[in-house]
T-cell receptor, first 111, second 113 residues
Framework: GIQVEQSPPDLILQEGANSTLRCNFS?????LQWFHQNPWGQLINLFY???GTKQNGRLSATTVATERYSLLYISSSQTTDSGVYFC?????????????FGGGTRLMVKP | EPEVTQTPSHQVTQMGQEVILRCVPI?????FYWYRQILGQKVEFLVS????????KSEIFDDQFSVERPDGSNFTLKIRSTKLEDSAMYFC???????????FGPGTRLTVL
């Protein structure tokens, strides 16, 4: 099956800093989503971005499908950005539409 | 904004007991999913459901698991005889079409003692 690798696995930032999280995948995809898992365990949808670039406030994401990677940018980080960030993908060959998740990037933003 | 809801938020059960986790997907969605996340691990796919039948299931989804859409709004996951290793966060998700965005519920944390 498809492999999804996220980097870095852990990241510590000072409040106000910027960061880039990366998601590499091993096959062509027609769905890519970024999620934020908050301290209560909830998965918050951030972006649905199988290709191109999107922005939502301090967050933006870019997927380069032909090169099989996606980037999540966090600017002016805040303590509330702490948590785990997951990317998840669906391959073209997947009839059942399952999402395959990466291992996540654990982000801690210090005040 | 419509959202996926799940009940209960936390369920504690004894090993060997049956549990039913409930989900109300977004009303006009056609595709429904269950995922689980063991503490500290990645989120794993369990099953997808479309047109009143299972369209795909993972190796985790063995005979102890079943899903049902008993009416027009609820989507349930049943575990017949829970094991300690079933302790996890269970997420329900729904989508309008197959390749479209999947919207996740807040999860049910299942603890098996």
């Amino acid at each position: 099956g498809i492999q999804v690798e996220q980097s870095p696995p852990d990241l510590i930032l000072q409040e106000g800093a910027n960061s880039t999280l990366r998601c590499n995948f091993s096959d062509s995809v027609n769905n890519l989503q970024w999620f934020h898992q908050n301290p209560w365990g909830q998965l918050i949808n951030l972006f649905y971005i199988p290709s191109g670039t999107k922005q939502n406030g301090r967050l933006s994401a870019t997927t380069v499908a032909t090169e099989r990677y996606s980037l999540l940018y966090i600017s002016s980080s805040q303590t509330t950005d702490s948590g785990v960030y997951f990317c998840a993908v669906r391959t073209h060959n997947n009839a059942g539409n399952m999402l395959t998740f990466g291992g996540g990037t654990r982000l801690m933003v210090k005040p | 904004e419509p959202e996926v809801t799940q009940t209960p938020s936390h369920q504690v059960t004894q090993m060997g007991q049956e549990v039913i986790l409930r989900c109300v997907p977004i009303s006009n969605h056609l595709y429904f999913y269950w995922y689980r996340q063991i503490l500290g691990q990645k989120v794993e796919f369990l099953v997808s459901f479309y047109n009143n039948e299972i369209s795909e299931k993972s190796e985790i989804f063995d005979d102890q698991f079943s899903v049902e859409r008993p009416d027009g709004s609820n989507f349930t996951l049943k575990i017949r005889s829970t094991k300690l290793e079933d302790s996890a966060m269970y997420f329900c998700a729904s989508g309008l079409a197959g390749a479209n965005e999947q919207f996740f519920g807040p999860g049910t944390r299942l603890t098996v003692l």
